[in-house]
């Protein structure tokens, strides 16, 4: 049988970049990354089946655009998805996309707003990247011809995406990086004997960020004002349910 198949499904700004960094160090030339030129497209289960079937030599593939569920790749496949708090995550896509430029609309708002603005100027424009997001993203409720959710309400995403977590065997929390790695290197040494992670091995991080998440959530209430603050935290209350679970599982030793 074929070696068993790594795919991480990269939610931006969820160390995802340190995530590829790990499997690339790894894998090499047997890891790559896969996404659609369109940036909001999607790659579907049968879309990973066919490339891996295509390139023999290939046992990890990394996709911002990956959708569940897992595929069928006729050997043991592990799944990589990392959650993160949903607030802590906005305000680091903020930061993220004032450094990078005006790439995105997304990011000409981060660009040319303050925080509390760009929050607000997403939130009227935008609204799907501050509400819900890793819930949307990791639901398996498509209409695929039009690529695009079923009509099925939040909680019901939620429902999909809370089932599609339960067949990934580690979920990775953000802000317990480490040792959500030590978790999924037990699992990936299975079938990888020699599959190495640094610790503390982190890439595109930061650097001015207040170290600690209590610390960047009081800074970003400060930045934001209450009302702001609190419509947020109602807008991700299916992300924060995601994250709180996944975060539960990875507290389990």
Known sequence: MAPAAILHYHIFKNAGTSVDQV???????????????????????????????????????????????????????VPIVFLRHPLDRI??????????????????????????????????ALPHLVSNAQVMLLTDAWDRAANRRLDIGPEGHFERARAFLQTVPVVG????YDRSWRRLLHLIAEHHPTFRVAAGERRNVDLDREARLEERLDRMREELGDD??????????????????????????
């Open 23 to 77: 499997l690339e160090a790894n894998f090499g030339a047997r890891w790559r990354n896969h996404d659609q030129v369109d940036p909001r497209g999607s790659v579907f289960a049968d879309e990973v089946e066919r490339i891996m079937a295509a390139e023999s030599s290939l046992v990890a593939l990394s996709s911002h655009q990956m959708r569940p569920p897992l595929p069928d790749l006729g050997r043991i496949v």
């Open 228 to 253: 702001l603050y609190a419509e947020l935290e109602a807008r991700n209350s299916l992300d924060f349910a995601l994250h709180d679970a996944a975060a539960r599982r990875s507290s389990v030793p």
């Open 173 to 176: 929390v953000v802000e317990d």
């Open 91 to 124: 305000r680091s896509v903020y930061r993220f996309d004032r450094r990078r430029g005006p790439m995105t609309k997304a990011a000409e708002m981060a660009c040319s707003h303050d925080f509390p603005g760009y929050v607000a100027a997403v939130m009227a």
